[in-house]
């Protein structure tokens, strides 16, 4: 397998009620359109990418849907925590043959790796000391695969001040474990709701809409965008290489 497709799904938002609705877009409605669209224009997924916000109440039945929801992918999905996440529920409700919560993923010659930046009754993000650990172990034990660290919380700024000041803060301790590493190739993340890539160091960062509604970039506070549900696609290459692009649904 040279090259490895994903999808990459976020902040879903689901409720406990199956017409539960996020600033007025029925949210469970919104991730069944992604799915349909996924499936009409993707010919082979490796796994999905699950980066948080899964449910917005944190109840057992939203991580029940969310399951549901994504069966017909026929894929892995790989999952993490958001700050709307209720943490222990969350690992334990997301059960099933082809779901996995936290860890990481080999395949080809890639190596994803799941961090959990969610902090209890709070928004912004930590990574605990244990976490750290595990990544700087993982990309380790393994330097001869590219990585591709998947998390939450943004570890750099995106230019909203609001949600600047939700993101990770300990970033430095990440960012030091991460430049100690040469395999490190891509970050992902959502909470944001929006779309950013940048280059730092030769790594590429990526942040994604939500599969709901949006929020307007450049803001210094809550702003709502006028874009649609999206995701994100990721090509990751035996090379190291990263080719992606995020795709909107044509209307709500």
Request: charged share 20%.
């Amino acid at each position: 397998m040279n090259t490895l497709r994903f999808i990459q799904i976020t902040d879903t938002h689901l409720s406990d009620r199956a017409d539960g609705t996020l600033r007025g877009l029925n949210t469970a409605d919104a991730l069944a359109a992604v799915v349909t669209h996924v499936r009409e224009c993707e010919s082979r997924i490796d796994g999905v990418l699950a980066t948080g916000d899964l449910s917005h109440d944190g109840g057992t039945p939203s991580y029940r849907r969310f399951v549901q929801l994504l069966a017909p992918l026929n894929a892995p999905v790989y999952c993490l925590p958001g700050n709307h996440d209720a943490l222990g529920l969350c690992a334990c409700a997301l059960k099933g043959p082809r779901v996995q919560s936290g860890g990481r993923r080999l395949a080809g010659n890639w190596q994803a790796i799941f961090l959990d930046s969610a902090v209890p009754g709070a928004v912004h993000g930590h990574l605990r000391p244990a976490e750290l650990a595990r990544l700087d172990n993982a990309l380790s034990e393994h330097p001869e695969r590219h990585a591709l660290i998947c998390l939450h919380h943004q570890p750099v700024p995106i230019g909203s001040a609001w949600l600047d000041a939700l993101m990770l803060d300990n970033a430095a301790a990440f960012f030091d474990v991460v430049d100690r590493h040469a395999n490190v190739r891509g970050m992902l993340w959502g909470h944001v709701h929006q779309t950013f890539d940048v280059t730092r160091n030769g790594v590429r960062l990526l942040a994604s809409p939500s599969t709901c509604i949006q929020f307007k970039p450049g803001c210094n506070d809550f702003t709502l965008d006028d874009k649609p549900p999206g995701y994100r696609w990721l090509e990751l290459h035996a090379d190291g290489g990263i080719e992606t692009s995020v795709e909107y649904l044509h209307h709500r």
